[in-house]
C-alpha cells in the first residue's frame, strides 16, 4: 500500500508557507502513492498537465480536474489486464480477437476515451490496432517510461493487475500525442523490421565466417550470406512498392531520395521510423532519432555531452548512411566533417554529427515540400 501526505495551506492563506505546515499521511485507494500539491502563482503545474490539484490565492480556492477517463493495459502472449484509472474496475480478457471485442465494448461503458498499453515485444500490436480502429486514443508506452514512474511513485510491488493500475496513471500523467499514428506506417514497420534481421543475420555470417577454416563449411556460410543479400534487396524493392502505392507518402518518399547520400533503404527507414518527419522542429527529430548531445554538467563540472536514448533502429540506419555521405555523396557533409576533425574531434563524434545533420536535411527538404538543392544545404 502506498502513502502519500496532503500538503495543507497556512492558516493566512499564504501559499508560499503551505509546504510542511501539516502533513496528513493518507492511503491510496488504487495502491499508488499519489500527492495532492497545493501549488503556489509563481510554481504552477504546468509542468504535469491534467494533474489533479488547487491553487489558493487571496482566500480563494480553485480546482481543476481531469475530463479524460484513461484506462491502462498490462500485455502478455495470452491475455491482457486492465484497469481504468482513478476508479476500481478491474478485469481481464485473452488476447485474441474476442478478447479484444469485449474489451472495446466494457472501455465505452466505462467512459473510457484515452488508453495506455506498454509496449511488449509485438504482443500489443494487435489490440493497439483494434482500439485505434475503434476511435480509441492509444499510448503505447516504452517499459523505461513506465519504469521510471513507478520509481517515482515509490511502486515495489508488481503483478499484472497493478501493472496495469501503474499504467494507467503513467498514461493519464502525460500529454495528449500531438501527431496522430499512420496505420499504413505501422504495417510497414512489420517488412522494415524483417530487413533489418535480414541485415542482422548477414552480419552474423559474416562475423561467423572469420572463424571458420574449413572449406566446405566456408562455402556453406558464403552460400548463406549470398541468399541472405538476394533476400535484402527484394525486400527493399517491396517495401519501396508498397510505400509508393499511397500518393503523400510518395511524395515524401522523393522528397528524401533527392537528397545526396541518403538512398532507398535510409529514406525508408526514416519515413516509416519517423512518422513525425517534417512536422516536428530539428531538434525535437534528433531528440527522437537519439542523436541530440545532451548536457551533462552539476555546478562546477562541465562533463563530455553524449547522445542517449531515442529510436535505436533508425539511428543505426542514419550512422550506417552517414559515413560514405560525409564521405563521398553530400558536399555539404563533406565540407561539415572537415571542417570538425580540424577542431579535434574524434571520428565516431563527427559521423554522429554528420548522421543529425542527415535527418535534419530530410525533416527540413519534408516540412518545405521541396527537393534538396546545393543552395539549400
Not at 274 to 285: F, K, N, Q, V, Y
Amino acid at each position: 500500500m502506498g502513502v502519500f501526505r496532503k500538503e495543507w495551506p497556512a492558516s493566512d492563506g499564504d501559499p508560499r508557507q503551505a509546504a510542511g505546515d501539516r502533513i496528513e499521511p493518507t492511503l491510496s485507494s488504487l495502491w499508488l502513492p499519489r500527492s495532492v500539491i497545493v501549488v503556489s502563482a509563481f510554481i504552477g503545474p504546468g509542468w504535469l498537465p491534467e494533474q489533479l490539484g488547487s491553487l489558493y490565492k487571496a482566500g480563494s480556492k480553485k480546482m481543476t480536474q481531469t475530463s479524460i477517463t484513461t484506462a491502462g493495459i498490462d500485455t502478455s502472449k495470452a491475455k491482457l489486464d486492465i484497469a481504468v484509472h482513478d476508479r476500481t474496475e478491474r478485469w481481464q480478457v485473452a488476447n485474441a480477437l474476442p478478447g479484444w471485442r469485449t474489451l472495446v465494448t466494457n472501455l465505452a461503458q466505462a467512459g473510457v476515451t484515452r488508453v495506455g498499453i506498454e509496449a511488449t515485444g509485438g504482443y500489443e500490436r494487435g489490440v493497439v490496432e483494434h482500439l485505434r480502429a475503434a476511435g480509441f486514443t492509444v499510448l503505447v508506452l516504452q517499459p523505461m517510461q513506465v519504469k521510471a514512474f513507478g520509481r517515482v511513485h515509490l511502486r515495489r510491488a508488481k503483478n499484472d493487475v497493478l501493472d496495469a493500475v501503474l499504467i494507467a496513471a503513467c498514461a493519464a500523467a502525460l500529454d495528449q500525442p500531438r501527431i496522430a499514428p499512420d496505420p499504413r506506417l505501422a504495417e510497414l514497420a512489420q517488412y522494415l523490421t524483417f530487413l533489418e534481421q535480414l541485415e542482422e543475420d548477414i552480419a552474423r555470417f559474416k562475423t561467423r565466417l572469420e572463424h571458420i577454416e574449413d572449406p566446405e563449411l566456408r562455402r556453406l556460410v558464403n552460400s548463406d550470406i549470398k541468399q541472405l543479400k538476394a533476400r535484402r534487396v527484394t525486400q527493399i524493392r517491396n517495401i519501396a512498392k508498397r510505400l509508393r502505392a499511397h500518393d503523400d507518402l510518395a511524395k515524401r518518399f522523393e522528397l528524401v531520395l533527392s537528397i545526396p547520400g541518403i538512398g532507398e533503404r535510409t529514406a525508408l527507414a526514416l519515413l516509416i521510423r519517423m512518422p513525425e518527419l517534417g512536422r516536428i522542429s530539428r531538434e525535437e527529430a534528433a531528440a527522437l532519432a537519439g542523436l541530440a548531445p545532451f548536457d551533462n554538467e552539476s555546478g562546477k563540472y562541465k562533463g563530455q555531452r553524449h547522445i542517449a536514448g531515442g529510436r535505436g533502429r533508425l539511428r543505426r540506419s542514419l550512422f550506417a548512411a552517414a559515413l560514405p555521405a560525409a564521405f563521398r555523396w553530400n558536399k555539404a557533409l563533406i565540407d561539415f566533417y572537415a571542417r570538425l576533425i580540424a577542431k579535434g574531434k574524434a571520428h565516431n563524434a563527427a559521423l554522429i554529427a554528420c548522421a543529425r545533420k542527415l535527418l535534419i536535411y530530410a525533416n527540413t527538404v519534408v516540412q518545405r515540400g521541396t527537393p534538396w538543392t546545393e543552395n539549400a544545404a
